[in-house]
């Protein structure tokens, strides 16, 4: 047994040595473009790109890791920091518990646990921010504008009441009553026609 392991090392020896000697070239090669004319600043992104390979040849979760590596194919600094930024989501992810913003948040990003994470938290923060507005009939417009989306909510929220606020104020009847006329329920669209016409 022992020689049959001793065997399998010896033939395997000279597999890993040329891999470790083909990436150390890959590395140096990596931190001379890089900063070719710093020999401070190659060594240093040497040191950093070999311990992020070595890093990157102990994590667990492969599609993590497959995904880091189709973002940066060359760089496993860059591959090492978007795994962890990626599996941190990820993990958040999974404790969320608002079903419908998590599954648009996945329907949007399917295969960027990041960027899910970033659009639950935006989502879940306007949804939130929906339930306290008053004005219903601005209210009513955006939900019928962006019914599954609570961030579109916010935004068009904000705009049209600002827009509402603004035709309350003009002075121009004539300008206002087209506007008016043109765009009976859209008070953004109101207040641009009117701006048009007024000034």
Known sequence: ????????????????????????NEIREFATREYPNDSRMQQYTYNKQVAAYNY????K?????EFSLREYPNDYAMQKYTYNKQLAAKRY???VVNIEIKELSTR???YDYFMQKYTYDKQLAAKRYMQT???IEVKRFTIREYPYDYSMQKYTYDKQLSAKMYMGSVSNKGAKNKAI???????????YTYEKLAY
């Open 1 to 24: 047994m022992e020689k049959l392991l001793f065997l399998v090392v010896a033939l395997l020896l000279p597999f890993n040595l040329a891999l470790a000697s083909s990436i150390e």
């Open 56 to 59: 990157l040849l102990t994590v």
């Open 61 to 65: 979760d492969l599609e993590v890791k």
């Open 93 to 95: 992810m999974e404790t």
């Open 108 to 110: 949007e990003y399917p």
């Open 133 to 135: 507005v008053v004005d």
């Open 181 to 191: 006329r043109e765009y009976p329920y859209d008070y953004s669209m109101q207040k």
